[in-house]
């Protein structure tokens, strides 16, 4: 059974920084990729981030040169580096497994945890 742990969710000012964390456990297939999804009030799930388990990344337009994100493969933990946080980043941010096999994958999700921008 896989399972997400995420941590680093909380309030902070316009212009701040808030640093993520997703931590898998349970039986993961090394061809894999970790990211961050995040949905706001009354909008849809939308991609902020994703890394592979080779270290390719790729970022939604609305967040590129503000967030990093990172991961640490023999920790099975992918990070979320947020910088010059906007009031519309406010959301509740989802961590996503997605664990390759054949010609298939399975997604896993966190439970997800709020960022809120706010002065």
């Known amino acids: 059974q896989v399972q997400l742990a995420e941590s680093g969710g909380g309030l902070v000012q316009p212009g701040g920084s808030l640093r993520l964390s997703c931590a898998a456990s349970g039986y993961i297939f090394s061809m894999n990729a970790m990211g961050w999804h995040r949905q706001a009030p009354g909008k849809q799930r939308e991609l902020v981030a994703t890394i592979t388990s080779g270290g390719t990344t790729n970022y939604a337009d609305s967040v590129k040169g503000r967030f990093t994100i990172s991961r640490d493969n023999a920790k099975s933990t992918v990070y979320l580096q947020m910088n010059s946080l906007k009031p519309e980043d406010t959301a509740v941010y989802y961590c996503?497994?997605?664990?390759?096999?054949?010609?298939?994958?399975?997604?896993?999700w966190g439970q997800g945890t709020q960022v809120s921008v706010s002065s």
């Open positions: 996503n497994l997605r664990i390759y096999y054949g010609g298939s994958y399975d997604d896993y």
